[in-house]
């Protein structure tokens, strides 16, 4: 089975090792959820596979090829896309544009092939192709987003909050787009803040605190067992651990502002 493999990362930024020895596997063919809360090191992480900072020490691997080190360019060409917090759009270009710009490295055909992909599974940015990228609302800059990561048709999927300030109904239409690439062969690993959605999509999964691992399993056994989900949010200056005990404090409730719809709740599992 094909897998992308993370071992023994660590990526430091300001002379601060903000992920620490990180090692995480994510197969072809299904969603491997990443949780954690903000400041965990999930972003940096995705930022040193994406080849935008550097790990030291640390491996990315791709089927035993090494891509640790390589130019962002290089890493995307072999097969991984990063999807990265925030919605990253040249924001004066058509949403056209900022798929063609996707496209720079790939061949006429495949460049072509790629965006005929993209608009069919964002069948709702067709109509939007020659409006700029600010005019767009949250949930239509994430689908542009996405498409432009899968324009490359990938092996890997890295998504960095893909819920982040986004109603429920938005996010809903983004999940279909998850399981179809999933369908096809992709393996994506689903970087989120909030577990609810993550664990409904993911057959494995890894709770990541303070730059450290705190569990690594099944997703069901996280969907199964909340005091366990709590604990490993809790575990921070203690050691890591793949199954921590339940901790007795409460869980912190955080919440999203919502784009297209104003403030909500988060999706329910699988939705």
């Given at each position: ?7 023994g ?26 949780l954690?809360?903000n ?60 798929l ?6 790939l ?19 067709e ?13 239509e ?45 992709i ?15 993911a057959?494995?999964a890894?709770?990541?605190e ?18 366990l ?17 339940p ?5 912190a ?19």
């Amino acid at each position: 089975m094909s897998v992308l493999t993370l071992d023994g990362l660590t990526v430091e930024r300001g002379g601060r090792a903000v992920v620490k020895n990180v090692t995480i596997t994510v197969p072809a063919g299904q969603v491997t959820a990443l949780l954690g809360p903000n400041g965990a090191g999930k972003s940096s992480m995705v930022l040193a596979v994406g080849g935008v900072l550097r790990p030291r020490p640390g491996s990315v691997s791709m089927d035993g090829t090494e891509l640790a080190g390589r130019r962002p360019e290089k890493i995307r060409a072999a097969g991984v896309a990063i999807v990265p917090e925030g919605r990253r759009l040249l924001s004066d270009l058509t949403v056209d544009d900022n798929l063609r710009v996707a496209t720079y490295a790939l061949s006429k055909q495949a460049a072509t092939e790629g965006r005929a992909r993209a608009l069919e599974l964002f069948p709702a940015l067709e109509p939007r192709l020659n409006v700029p990228a600010r005019s767009l609302s949250g949930g239509e800059q994430q689908m542009v987003v996405l498409a432009q990561a899968l324009v490359s048709q990938p092996k890997y999927l890295l998504i960095d909050e893909l819920s982040l300030g986004l109603a429920p109904v938005v996010v809903n239409r983004l999940v279909p787009v998850i399981r179809s690439a999933v369908d096809s062969g992709i393996g994506v690993l689903l970087i989120e803040q909030f577990a609810t959605l993550a664990l409904g999509l993911a057959t494995s999964a890894y709770v990541m605190e303070g730059g450290v691992i705190r569990y690594s399993g099944t997703a069901s056994e996280l969907r199964d067992n909340p005091d366990l989900l709590q604990s490993a949010y809790l575990l921070r200056g203690s050691q890591p651990a793949a199954h921590p005990q339940p901790a007795q404090a409460q869980p912190a409730r955080a919440q999203a502002s919502g784009e297209d719809g104003g403030s909500h709740g988060r999706p329910a599992a699988g939705a």
